[in-house]
Structure formats: C-alpha cells, structure tokens
Nanobody
Framework: QVQLVESGGGLVQAGGSLRLSCAAS????????MAWFRQAPGKEREFVAA????????NYADSVKGRFTIFRDNAKNTVYLQMNNLKPEDTAVYSC??????????????WGQGTQVTVSS
C-alpha cells in the first residue's frame, strides 16, 4: 500500500503561481511512477502531468505545457507540481496518483484525497 497526501492548494489570482506537494508513505516511493490529475466541478477527471520513477520521463497535458512542471525528490518521498501563469480554467481539485507502471491515463492504483486550487480572474 501507498498513502498519498497532497498539500499546497489555495486561492490565487490569474497569472500567479502555486506549488503542490504530494507526500508518499508506505512502500518504496522510488519504485513508483507518479502523476497529477485534476477535476473541475461538473467535469471528468483529466490528466495533468506524470513522471517516471527515476524522473527521466515526463509528460504533460497540452493545456499545461510550458506553465506546469512536475518533479520529484525520492529522498523526501515527495512529488511536486509547480504551476505558473495560472488561469481561471485551472481551477479544480488536484490529486496525485502512484503506480508501479507509467501511465498518462487514470490507471494508477493509488490516489490521494486531493487539494483545491482556485484561480480568480
């Protein structure tokens, strides 16, 4: 089992930045690919970014490319999502996910509870 706890969400004005963190506990964090997903009210959950266990492979949704960066610190069992130039359409609950396999779809075995990000115009 892997337990995931997100933090760092909040209210920010358009153009601002936030850094989300996802702390993992349980089995060896460095064995797991990690990803961030988001879900806005009335919409389906969507992929945001993923990173391989080594950090050598990353993928992003087209809507966040050039603005968001995913990175991890295996020594701290934490994955991050740096979000810059935020837009109102980025408003959503952001959740992290973990799996032994690398996906860009929602096939991850372990999920956190999520953290709210609200971007005001």
């Amino acid at each position: 089992q892997v337990q995931l706890v997100e933090s760092g969400g909040g209210l920010v004005q358009a153009g601002g930045s936030l850094r989300l963190s996802c702390a993992a506990s349980g089995r060896t964090f460095s064995r797991y690919a990690m990803a961030w997903f988001r879900q806005a009210p009335g919409k389906e959950r969507e992929f945001v970014a993923a990173i391989s266990w080594s950090g050598g492979t990353m993928n992003y949704a087209d809507s966040v490319k050039g603005r968001f960066t995913i990175f991890r610190d295996n020594a701290k069992n934490t994955v991050y999502l740096q979000m810059n130039n935020l837009k109102p359409e980025d408003t959503a609950v952001y959740s992290c996910a973990a799996d032994e396999h690398y996906y860009t779809g929602a096939r991850y075995d372990y999920w956190g509870q999520g953290t709210q990000v609200t971007v005001s115009s």
